[in-house]
Nanobody, 114 residues
Framework: QVQLVESGGGLVQAGGSLRLSCAASGSIFIMGWYRQAAGKQRELVATITRGGFTNYADSVKGRFTISRDNAKNTVYLEMNSLKPEDTAVYYC???????????WGQGTQVTVSS
C-alpha cells in the first residue's frame, strides 16, 4: 500500500509563494496535484511523469511549477504569484504504472488572502 505525506500548505498574501511537497513510500510512474475549493469539484492542477513530462491546468500555467526527485520519490509544487482563487485544499496523487491504482494524500490547505 502506498503512503503519501504532504506538507507545505499555509496562509499567504496574494502575490506570494508557497512550495508543497509530497513524499511517496514506493516507486511511482506519475505524480501530481489536484485541488478542491470550498463548494467546487476537485480539479487537476499539474502532473509529472518519471521522465519529467509535465501537464498543467490553464489556470496555473506560468505561475506554478511541478517537479520531482525520483531518488527521494517526492513531488513538489512551487506556487508563485498566488491569487485568492488559488485557495483550496491541495491533494497529492500518485500512480505506480499505467494500469495501477491511484493513491491520494490527506490534503493540505492553501489559503491566499487579498
Amino acid at each position: 500500500q502506498v503512503q503519501l505525506v504532504e506538507s507545505g500548505g499555509g496562509l499567504v498574501q496574494a502575490g506570494g509563494s508557497l512550495r508543497l511537497s509530497c513524499a511517496a513510500s514506493g516507486s511511482i510512474f506519475i505524480m501530481g496535484w489536484y485541488r478542491q475549493a470550498a463548494g467546487k469539484q476537485r480539479e487537476l492542477v499539474a502532473t509529472i511523469t518519471r521522465g519529467g513530462f509535465t501537464n498543467y491546468a490553464d489556470s496555473v500555467k506560468g505561475r506554478f511549477t511541478i517537479s520531482r526527485d525520483n531518488a527521494k520519490n517526492t513531488v513538489y509544487l512551487e506556487m508563485n504569484s498566488l491569487k485568492p482563487e488559488d485557495t483550496a485544499v491541495y491533494y497529492c496523487s500518485v500512480r505506480a504504472n499505467l494500469g495501477g491504482t491511484t493513491y491520494w494524500g490527506q490534503g493540505t490547505q492553501v489559503t491566499v488572502s487579498s
